[in-house]
């Protein structure tokens, strides 16, 4: 039997309809920015394997690394115990977020670290004897992950429906521009009472098709929160890392948030790994002759230390000067690209931050995820070897920053042949 034929008698694939999904392809080998399948096919993994590559497939560096870790200690648990990786991924980490992130809570992944931000900031009201304060403030688009706590603070879409009755009630705000503002402003002022947090992905809101609003409007709504006594979480699991230019997107702002939530390229995009930091604020709330005061929260495999030794090869090759400077020239090259279709008539809107552009195709008027377009721009260009895997109608370039200029010209060329066939 195939690989195929053996995968489809056994596995259940991720945001998949099984019932009438192509074929996955196999791929056997990863090695810079190309994945290559079983028949030596070549592909240029343009989304970063869902946004989590940064430094490309099968990195020596981190690869050294996980290798020397595993032979030293592959894990243990981490309540009543603690090993070099975590402590000095954490002692790295913090000086790079904004402002003063003074501890970190290790997680899984993006959607347990989003809980355990979550759950930071409800019991920080209610371990200083607030309980009116459970209301949760989020952008109306936002995702945040795919566990129920999550979801809930996540957009109501195709992908919650479902579920829609369990997920617990959250006040959702549209994004912010000159136009809102100050109408959010007096919404947020209004509601302080109620509220305990705002949680937002800061500059980007990614799945819901790359939408990018103006840190100076995100800027204001931090600050209302912090007049109104709001606690405030970056979710910067996919911004993170250089993704927006900057190696935090909450690097943009003059306010810092009280929380971040990383993963995806906290490891280079290796293996899972989860982290929730907090200012020394939130910490210490929590402090307390009171066992009931405890943060009762932990996974099994909470700072496993090869995740945490692919973390810190991740950061060497991050903090290197030829890392920035390969997302100043991706940054570059998409804007010359931007110049040069966005009076396309099938372009229907264009948008660039950092690292990251998006394009929304021109359609009828059916401009949801399930349209058949999605399809056949996804083929298309896995037809060419480029992995682009559209929202919608929305495709976007999300690359390791590894990416070469000829690579990414490749891409573009694609992309303008595209707008001419499809
Ligand atoms: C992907 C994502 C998550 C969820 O991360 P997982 O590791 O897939 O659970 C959360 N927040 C944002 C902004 C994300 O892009």
């Not at 913090?94 to 355990?116: C, H, I, M, R, W």
Request: charge should be negative; charged fraction near 20%.
């Amino acid at each position: 039997m195939s690989l195929i034929e053996r995968d489809q008698k056994v596995i259940w694939h991720p945001y998949t309809q099984m019932k009438n999904a192509q074929q996955p392809i196999p791929i056997k080998r990863g090695e810079g920015v190309y994945l290559f399948d079983e028949d030596g096919n070549k592909y240029i993994d343009a989304v970063s394997s869902w946004w989590v590559n940064i430094h490309g497939h099968a990195h020596p560096h981190i690869a050294q690394k996980v290798a020397k870790q595993l032979t030293e200690l592959e894990h243990v648990i981490f309540a009543g115990f603690t090993h070099e990786p975590a402590v000095q991924l954490a002692e790295r980490l913090l000086p790079l977020l904004p402002g003063k992130q003074e501890k970190v809570f290790y997680t899984d992944n993006g959607s347990t670290a989003v809980e355990v931000a979550l759950k930071m900031c409800l019991q920080y009201w209610s371990n200083s004897g607030h309980t009116k304060k459970t209301k949760i403030l989020a952008f109306k688009d936002a995702y945040h992950g795919d566990t129920f706590g999550a979801m809930s603070v996540s957009g109501r879409s195709i992908f919650t429906n479902p579920f829609n009755e369990l997920l617990f009630d959250v006040e959702f705000i549209d994004l912010p521009n000159a136009g809102n503002i100050e109408n959010l402003k007096s919404q947020i002022s209004n509601l302080k009472s109620q509220l305990c947090c705002f949680i937002f992905e800061p500059l980007i809101l990614g799945a819901s098709g790359m939408l990018m609003y103006e840190a100076k409007y995100l800027d204001e709504l931090l600050a209302a929160c912090k007049a109104n006594d709001i606690l405030t979480i970056a979710d910067e699991v996919m911004t993170g890392f250089g993704r927006t230019g900057t190696y935090f997107a909450c690097e943009q702002l003059s306010n810092n948030p009280d929380i971040f939530c990383l993963s995806k390229g906290l490891t280079g995009g290796t293996m899972p790994l989860g982290v929730t930091t907090c200012n020394h604020k939130i910490f210490e709330a929590f402090l307390s002759e009171d066992k009931l005061k405890t943060l009762y929260h932990g996974h099994s495999f909470t700072a496993n230390p090869v995740a945490c030794a692919a973390s810190l090869a991740s950061l060497d090759i991050l903090l290197a000067p030829e890392t920035l400077a390969n997302i100043k020239r991706i940054e570059n090259q998409h804007q010359q690209f931007f110049k040069q279709i966005e009076k396309h008539p099938k372009v229907k809107t264009i948008r660039q931050t950092g690292t990251i552009i998006a394009i929304e195709w021109q359609t009828g008027d059916d401009t949801s995820y399930l349209n058949g377009l999605r399809d056949q721009l996804y083929n298309y260009f896995l037809n060419k070897g480029i992995i682009l895997r559209p929202l919608g109608n929305i495709i976007y370039i999300l690359p390791p920053y590894v990416i070469s200029n000829d690579d990414l010209a490749y891409i573009y060329n694609s992309i303008q042949q595209a707008l001419e066939e499809i």
